[in-house]
């Protein structure tokens, strides 16, 4: 089992920068793949960024490609989104998790989520 409680959601204005942080419980949170996704009411959950175990592979949206920076500490138990020139079109709930399986960006195989926070970027 895996616990995830994400933070550093809030209120930014446009073309400023948040930093999201996932802290993990158990002893295996450096087996998993940890991916960001988020959701706005009333569209399907999103991908937005993803990183291996070791850091050694990540992807990110399209949309978000150049902005955004996935990275994690396994000795922490905890994987970060740096989020630089926020727009307006990127206020949603973030929310981090957990997969064992390798190289996926695809919401249905991960197994744990944390409960999201929010992020509001006014303009």
């Known amino acids: 089992q895996v616990q995830l409680v994400e933070s550093g959601g809030g209120l930014v204005q446009a073309g400023g920068s948040l930093r999201l942080s996932c802290a993990a419980s158990?002893?295996?949170?450096?087996?998993?793949?940890m991916g960001w996704f988020r959701q706005v009411p009333g569209k399907e959950r999103e991908f937005v960024a993803a990183i291996s175990w070791n850091g050694g592979w990540t992807d990110v949206a399209d949309s978000v490609k150049g902005r955004f920076t996935i990275s994690r500490n396994n000795a922490k138990n905890t994987v970060y989104l740096q989020m630089n020139s926020l727009k307006p079109e990127d206020t949603a709930v973030y929310y981090c998790a957990a997969t064992r399986v390798l190289l996926t960006t695809s919401p249905g195989v991960y197994d744990y989520w944390g409960q999201g926070t929010q992020v509001t970027v006014s303009s």
């Open positions: 158990g002893r295996t949170f450096s087996s998993y793949t």
